[in-house]
């Protein structure tokens, strides 16, 4: 039997369902949104990012990005992970307004769940399984991953960043930064790491949130950047913070799974 991450049971097509067997459709961009559901992400949090996901799909300024695409529509699949990654909605066709609606709608109707640990490693590969078998063509390939903690299950991040990276796929970051102080399974400086570990690809970028209050605009923010494929660097957004990759001195990208190694040895 194939793992459950392998099946990809449909595709919605704004004209109604179409089987996996059709020739591919062209796209823009296929995105994997992929959220941190682990518990080091407290409840209220999990359900204003979702919201934020929620309500951005029903703003006209993405689906103006949207329509201003060569091709005029992309595909979208949404992913909620901890230690393992579980596709929550199936690959989406957004080409115009009630197919974008369709998909808040769908997203707004399914349960928020709860993984434990955070495996970013395991989350990558399932992502980059969606997109090769996602049944889209698509001339821009992207994983959108959130999180609020670094890696301590799996491989470690910056190799499964590196295979991504190296088949043509962009990884993009919303870390969340509300911790003051590190805890067993999160660190005051996510961004960073997000930045030197995890993130990758040609105009790789994160997206900060500090506050709850900033997920509706960074969430806003980051997918007008990546649907309309522009630089970060000139779009900015209220209590939103795009920060382009940029390479410094060498960061612990291990300090996941050192954490956990000591939380175990204890």
């Known amino acids: ?86 596709q929550l909605l199936s690959w989406t066709l957004i080409d115009d307004e009630p197919s974008a609606k369709r998909f808040s709608e769908a997203l707004r109707l399914r349960p928020i769940r709860r993984i434990s640990f955070t495996s970013i490693s395991n989350t990558l590969a399932v992502s980059r399984k969606l997109l090769w078998t996602s049944g889209f063509n698509a001339t821009r390939r992207v994983i959108d991953i959130s999180g609020d903690g670094p890696n301590n299950a799996g491989v470690p991040a910056p190799v499964a960043r590196n295979s991504t990276v190296a088949q043509g796929i962009v990884i993009n970051g919303l870390p969340i930064q509300l911790r003051t102080a590190p805890d067993s399974a999160s660190i005051p400086d996510i961004d960073a790491y997000y930045e030197q570990c995890v993130i990758g690809g040609a105009g790789a970028f994160i997206v900060r949130v500090s506050d709850v209050s900033q997920f509706p605009p960074a969430i806003l923010a980051k997918l007008l950047a990546e649907i309309s494929g522009v630089q970060v660097s000139t779009r900015r957004a209220p209590s939103a913070q795009a920060i382009p990759v940029q390479y410094k001195p060498p960061y612990n990208c291990f300090i996941g799974e050192e954490m956990q190694e000591r939380s175990i040895g204890r």
């Open 1 to 86: 039997m194939l793992p459950r991450w392998a099946i990809v049971t449909s595709f919605l097509l704004s004209s109604g369902g179409a089987s996996a067997e059709t020739s591919p459709v062209s796209v823009d961009l296929a995105l994997v949104i992929a959220v941190d559901v682990s518990y080091s992400v407290a409840v209220n949090e999990l359900r204003v990012q979702r919201e934020g996901y929620v309500a951005a799909f029903r703003r006209p300024e993405i689906v103006e990005a949207i329509r201003s695409g060569p091709l005029g529509r992309i595909a979208v699949t949404y992913v909620e992970w901890g230690g393992a990654a579980v």
